[in-house]
C-alpha cells in the first residue's frame, strides 16, 4: 500500500543516515533518495509531469502521478503509457527523460526535499545536505518533444523554482546545499555553456541561500574547467577517481574562498581505496588551498555500488578483503578525513590494514596468471582477422548451411518459464541431483527443437533455459570472477542487477557450452547455433579489475570466448553467435576518445571470433541503443551475421543504410519482444518490404528484436508462428519476381 511503501521509505533514509552518521561522516546528503529515479524527483519538483498524466494545476504531484510517469497507467480514468527511460551517463542506472514543449512552466510541486531534511533532523542529522540535480543538467537531458521549444527562457522558470528551495533552505537553516551538474565533464555546446553562465548568475546573487556545492563526477571538467570555476560557487566537488590530473589545473584557477570536496574514493566500483594515494592528492590540495578548505567524499553517489560487505559471508575471504561496499566507502572517508584533520597516526592501525590487504591483492598468485598474460602477449594481428574475406567465406557458409532465402532464426532464449527457473534453483539448492537436472534440461532443450522444426525456423537455437543471467552464466565457469549473494545496485524503480565482480586474469579452464550445443546439434537435422556472450558485454557488466587497463581485461575476456568458440567448431557446430548488447554502452562520455574505445572493442571481439574456419558461421547481437553512429565499428566487427534490434523504430534504423552499405548480412527485428503482443505476419511482411529496401534479399535474415526469455509460450508461439508464416510469403514474392 502507499502507506507501507512511504514507511519503508523513510525506514530506509533514517537507516542510511545513521550508517553514515556512525562512520563518522560530518555532511550528511539528504533527498538523495528517489521512489523511481533522482531525474523523475526533478520533474516532480519542478511540476515538469506532462500533461497527459493530468496533474491538478497549482498542486503537488501525488504519488499516483509519480509512478504513472514512470510506469504507465491503465485505469478507468486513464491510458498512459510510460516516459521515455535512458542511462544515466554511462552508469546502468536509469532515468526518466523529461519532456520539454513549448510555452511550458515550472512551478514548485513537491515538498519532499524540505520533508527529507526535517525528517533527518529529527533522526539526529544535525548537518544535513540536501542535493538536487542542477537546472542545466536537467535540461540537457531532457529532450523538446515540438519545434520552438525556447531552452533559455525554460531555465528562466526552472532558476525561479531552483530560488524559491533555496530560499526555503535558508529559512530552515541549511548550511550548504549539493547541486549535482554532471554535465559539466561532457563536452558542451556553446548554447550549454550560456546555460551554465546564466543559470549560476542568478542563483549565487540571490540574497538567501546557503553555500552552493557544484557537484561534477564520473569524468574531468577539462575544457569546461575555465567555464566552472567562473560560475562563483562557494563550493566544487570534483571526480578524482576518474579524472586525478584535474587536481592541479582546478588548483591554478580556483577562487580564493571556494571550498574543494575531492571525490577520492570511487563510488562506481568495488575495491578498497589506496588510502596513500587518495591521501597525497588531499594533502596536495590542502597545501594549496588550507585544510578548512577540503571536503572529502566519494567520487559520486554511492548508489553505484552495493551497499554492504559485512553482509558477504560466504564470499571467497582472499578477494573479500580487497573490497569496499557502500559502508566500507563511508569508514575510508572518514578515515582519509582523520588523517588529513589530525595526521595519519590518528588512524595508523586502518591506514596499516588497508596498505597490508593491498599489497596481498597486488601480490596474489590469484590474481596473475602468467600463463594468461603470455597468451595474450602473443596475440598476433592474424587471430584478429578471418582467413578469407566475407564474400568468399559467406559462399562456403552457404553451401554448407543450405539455408533458404531469408534464413528465419530467433536470438538464443526461449521463455524461462517458472519451472525452468526452479529446476536451475533446485539445482543449486541441492534438492535435485545434477543427473535429474541434466535429464529434465534435455527434455526442455527437445521441446524448444522440435517446435522450432514445426514451426519452420531455419536456424534453431537451443533456448538457453540452463542460464540465469546471460553474463553470470560464463563468469561463473571462468576463472578470475566472484559472485556476491547480496551486492545488488539499483538500475532503475526496483530493478535491480548483480553484477558479477572480475578481480583477477580471465581464462577458460574448461568449455562451457559445448556440452548443451552438441546435446542441441545432435536432435535435429536443421543446424543449430552455439550461443556466447562476447567478451565487451561480459566486461561492462561486471564490476572490472581497477589494476589494469579494461581492455586488457576485455582482451583475456576474448581469448576465454575464443577458445570457447574453438570447441564449438569442433564439436560440429556449424553456426555461433556472440552477443554484444552491450557494446555501444561502453562508450566514454567524451566524443573524442570514442574512437580508440571502438577500436580495442572492435578488436576483442574479433580476437574471439575469428579463429574458426571459413565455413563456420558467426553471428552477432544487438539491441536497445542507438546504433547510427557507431554503424561502421559495428560493421567492422566483420560477423558474417547481425541481427539487430529495429522493430519498435518502424526500421528506421535502416535508413543509414541509405549512405552506408553494410557489408555483411543482417537480421533487423521484426518484432519487439518487450510486449506481449503478437505481431501479425502482415506487419511483419511490411517490415520485411522495408527492410529489403535496403538491404539485398541474398543479406537479409528474419528474427525478433532480442532474446524471448521475458515472454510466455503462447505468445511465443503465436508471434514465431505469425514470423514464419511472413517469411514465406516474401519468398514466394521473391519466386515469382524471379522468373
Ligand atoms: N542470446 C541472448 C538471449 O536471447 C541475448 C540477450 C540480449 O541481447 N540481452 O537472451
Ligand atoms: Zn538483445
Known amino acids: 500500500s502507499m502507506e507501507e511503501l512511504t514507511s519503508t521509505a523513510s525506514e530506509l533514509n533514517t537507516r542510511h543516515w545513521k550508517l553514515q552518521?556512525?562512520?563518522?561522516?560530518?555532511?550528511?546528503?539528504?533527498?538523495?533518495?528517489?521512489?523511481?529515479?533522482?531525474?523523475?524527483?526533478?520533474?516532480?519538483?519542478?511540476?515538469?509531469?506532462?500533461?497527459?498524466?493530468?496533474?491538478?494545476?497549482?498542486?503537488?504531484?501525488?504519488?499516483?502521478?509519480y509512478f504513472a510517469m514512470a510506469r504507465g497507467r491503465q485505469d478507468e480514468t486513464c491510458d498512459v503509457t510510460a516516459m521515455e527511460m535512458t542511462k544515466w551517463f554511462d552508469t546502468n542506472y536509469h532515468y526518466i527523460v523529461p519532456e520539454f514543449y513549448r510555452g511550458m512552466d515550472f512551478r514548485l510541486a513537491s515538498s519532499q526535499p524540505f520533508t527529507a531534511v526535517e525528517s533527518a533532523r529529527s533522526a539526529g542529522v544535525t548537518n544535513p545536505r540536501p542535493v538536487l540535480i542542477g537546472p542545466v543538467t536537467f535540461l540537457l537531458l531532457g529532450k523538446t518533444v515540438e519545434e520552438g521549444v525556447d531552452l533559455t527562457a525554460l531555465l528562466d522558470s526552472a532558476l525561479d523554482v531552483y530560488a524559491e528551495v533555496l530560499e526555503r533552505f535558508a529559512a530552515m537553516g541549511i548550511e550548504w546545499v549539493q547541486i549535482d551538474e554532471p554535465e559539466l565533464v561532457m563536452d558542451l555546446s556553446d548554447e550549454a555553456r550560456t546555460l551554465f553562465d546564466r543559470a549560476y548568475n542568478r542563483l549565487v546573487w540571490l540574497d538567501r541561500r546557503p553555500r552552493i556545492m557544484l557537484a561534477t563526477y564520473f569524468g574531468g571538467l577539462r575544457d569546461n574547467a575555465e567555464l566552472a570555476l567562473g560560475l562563483e560557487v562557494d563550493g566544487l566537488h570534483l571526480d578524482l577517481v576518474r579524472a586525478p590530473e584535474q587536481l592541479e589545473n582546478v588548483l591554478a584557477g580556483i577562487?580564493?574562498?571556494?571550498?574543494?570536496?575531492?571525490?577520492?574514493?570511487?563510488?562506481?566500483?568495488?575495491?578498497?581505496?589506496?588510502?596513500?594515494?587518495?591521501?597525497?592528492?588531499?594533502?596536495?590540495?590542502?597545501?594549496?588551498?588550507?585544510?578548512?578548505?577540503?571536503?572529502?567524499?566519494?567520487?559520486?553517489?554511492?548508489?553505484?555500488?552495493?551497499?554492504?560487505?559485512?553482509?558477504?559471508?560466504?564470499?571467497?575471504?582472499?578477494?573479500?578483503?580487497?573490497?569496499?561496499?557502500?559502508?566500507?566507502?563511508?569508514?575510508?572517508?572518514?578515515?582519509?578525513?582523520?588523517?588529513?584533520?589530525?595526521?595519519?597516526?590518528?588512524?595508523?592501525?586502518?591506514?596499516?590494514?588497508?596498505?597490508?590487504?593491498?599489497?596481498?591483492?597486488?601480490?596474489?598468485?590469484?590474481?596473475?596468471?602468467?600463463?594468461?598474460?603470455?597468451?595474450?602477449?602473443?596475440?598476433?594481428?592474424?587471430?584478429?582477422?578471418?582467413?578469407?574475406?566475407?564474400?568468399?567465406?559467406?559462399?562456403?557458409?552457404?553451401?554448407?548451411l543450405k539455408l533458404p532465402p531469408l534464413p528465419a532464426t530467433t536470438i538464443g532464449s526461449f521463455p524461462q518459464t517458472r519451472e525452468v527457473r526452479r529446476l536451475r534453483a533446485d539445482l543449486k539448492k541441492g534438492e535435485i541431483t545434477l543427473q535429474e537436472y541434466e535429464n529434465t534440461l534435455e527434455e526442455e532443450i527437445t521441446r524448444a527443437i522440435r517446435f522450432q522444426e514445426e514451426t519452420g525456423i531455419d536456424l534453431l537455437v537451443h533456448g538457453e533455459s540452463e542460464r540465469g543471467d546471460m553474463v553470470e552464466y560464463f563468469g561463473e565457469q571462468l576463472e578470475g570472477f566472484i559472485f556476491t549473494r547480496f551486492g545488488w545496485v539499483q538500475s532503475y524503480g526496483s530493478r535491480a542487477t548483480k553484477p558479477p565482480i572480475i578481480f583477477g586474469d580471465v581464462h577458460r579452464p574448461a568449455p562451457m557450452t559445448v556440452r548443451w550445443s552438441r546435446f542441441a546439434q545432435d536432435n535435429t537435422t536443421r543446424p543449430m547455433k552455439g550461443m556466447l556472450t562476447g567478451p565487451v558485454t561480459m566486461m561492462q557488466w561486471s564490476f572490472v579489475r581497477d589494476d589494469q587497463p579494461h581492455r586488457t581485461t576485455c582482451r583475456q575476456l576474448a581469448l576465454a570466448i575464443r577458445d570457447e568458440v574453438l570447441d564449438l567448431e569442433q564439436a560440429g557446430i556449424k553456426v555461433i553467435q556472440i552477443d554484444e548488447p552491450a557494446m555501444r554502452e561502453g562508450l566514454p562520455l567524451r566524443r573524442s576518445e570514442w574512437g580508440e574505445y571502438l577500436a580495442w572493442a572492435v578488436r576483442c571481439f574479433r580476437l574471439a571470433s575469428s579463429g574458426v574456419e571459413d565455413g563456420t558461421q558467426i553471428h552477432t547481437h544487438m539491441c536497445y541503443s542507438e546504433f547510427n553512429d557507431i554503424i561502421e565499428s559495428i560493421a567492422e566487427m566483420d560477423a558474417d551475421v547481425i541481427s539487430i534490434e529495429a522493430s519498435r523504430s518502424r526500421m528506421e534504423l535502416l535508413n543509414i543504410f541509405e549512405d552506408f552499405v553494410y557489408p555483411n548480412c543482417i537480421g533487423p527485428g521484426v518484432y519487439?519482444?518487450?510486449?506481449?503482443?503478437?505481431?501479425?505476419?502482415?506487419?511483419?511482411?511490411?517490415?520485411?518490404?522495408?527492410?529489403?529496401?535496403?538491404?539485398?534479399?541474398?543479406?537479409?535474415?528474419?528474427?525478433?528484436?532480442?532474446?524471448?526469455?521475458?515472454?510466455?509460450?503462447?505468445?511465443v508461439r503465436a508471434s514465431l508462428r505469425n514470423m514464419v508464416a511472413a517469411v514465406r510469403e516474401v519468398r514466394k514474392e521473391i519466386e515469382r519476381s524471379s522468373v
Open 21 to 65: 552518521q556512525e562512520a563518522g561522516i560530518d555532511i550528511i546528503p539528504t533527498g538523495d533518495f528517489a521512489f523511481y529515479d533522482h531525474m523523475l524527483e526533478a520533474i516532480a519538483l519542478l511540476g515538469a509531469a506532462p500533461p497527459r498524466y493530468g496533474p491538478a494545476e497549482g498542486a503537488e504531484i501525488d504519488l499516483e502521478t
Open 255 to 400: 577562487g580564493e574562498t571556494t571550498v574543494l570536496s575531492l571525490g577520492v574514493i570511487d563510488g562506481r566500483n568495488v575495491w578498497r581505496t589506496d588510502l596513500d594515494r587518495a591521501l597525497s592528492l588531499l594533502r596536495r590540495a590542502a597545501d594549496a588551498v588550507g585544510t578548512e578548505r577540503i571536503q572529502v567524499a566519494p567520487s559520486c553517489s554511492l548508489l553505484h555500488c552495493p551497499i554492504d560487505l559485512d553482509r558477504e559471508k560466504t564470499l571467497d575471504p582472499e578477494v573479500k578483503e580487497w573490497l569496499a561496499f557502500g559502508k566500507q566507502k563511508l569508514q575510508e572517508v572518514a578515515a582519509l578525513t582523520r588523517a588529513l584533520n589530525e595526521g595519519e597516526s590518528a588512524v595508523a592501525e586502518f591506514f596499516e590494514a588497508s596498505r597490508d590487504a593491498l599489497e596481498r591483492r597486488h601480490s596474489s598468485p590469484r590474481v596473475t596468471n602468467h600463463e594468461v598474460q603470455q597468451r595474450l602477449a602473443a596475440v598476433t594481428d592474424e587471430m584478429t582477422h578471418r582467413a578469407t574475406p566475407f564474400p568468399e567465406r559467406i559462399k562456403l557458409q552457404q553451401a554448407r
Open 672 to 715: 519487439d519482444i518487450h510486449s506481449p503482443r503478437v505481431p501479425s505476419s502482415e506487419e511483419i511482411i511490411e517490415l520485411l518490404h522495408r527492410a529489403m529496401k535496403f538491404v539485398s534479399v541474398e543479406r537479409l535474415w528474419v528474427n525478433p528484436d532480442c532474446g524471448l526469455k521475458t515472454r510466455d509460450w503462447p505468445e
